[in-house]
Every structure is written in structure tokens, then in C-alpha cells.
């Protein structure tokens, strides 16, 4: 198992995805992981891509949307993933 880590520092927002980008360290590495507008739309209750809105759904479930991450950094190994709306469809 790997030793992953998630920042407590608050989510970048990214325009261009739309989504927020986020710190962890993975094995003691740096490591990033983002989640999409659509997934917090679609899964937390976010009212809209607006980064106000992205940031109150994901400090409400930011647990929840931690879990996802890390199973995802141990599943594929990689320091940079993406969570879109189907990693929480199909996370339990």
C-alpha cells in the first residue's frame, strides 16, 4: 500500500477544465489530483461551474471525494489524476 497524503490547503480553481486542482504526496513524492466541475455537479450538490460553487460542494465532501482519489493513486500508481462523475458512479 502506498502512504498517501492530501494537503489541507484549499483547491486551485481551473477555468479552462472546468474543475479544481488539488495537492497530495504519494510515497512521500509530490503528487496532484483534480475533479471535474461535472463530477461535483453531478455527485456533491454543486449548483453550478462557478468557482464559488465548486469550492463549497467539494469542503462539504471532501472526505468522500479524498476516498475516491486514493483509490485511484493506488490503482494506477500515477502522481496526476483526474476524477470525473464515473469514478463516483461506480465507487460504491
Known sequence: MKEIRFLPDEPAYCAAGPRLQCRASV??????????????EDHFGARSCRSDDLL?????HR????NVAR????????????????????AG
Do not use: C, P, W
Not at 27 to 40: M, N, P, Q, R
Not at 63 to 66: A, Q
Not at 71 to 90: A, C, V, Y
Open 27 to 40: 510515497d512521500g513524492s509530490s503528487a496532484s489530483y483534480a475533479i471535474t466541475a461535472e463530477a461535483l
Open 63 to 66: 472526505g468522500d471525494i479524498e
Open 71 to 90: 483509490m485511484l493513486f493506488e490503482q494506477t500508481g500515477s502522481k496526476e489524476i483526474t476524477l470525473h462523475s464515473g469514478h463516483f458512479r461506480f
Open 56 to 60: 463549497a460542494a467539494f469542503n462539504v
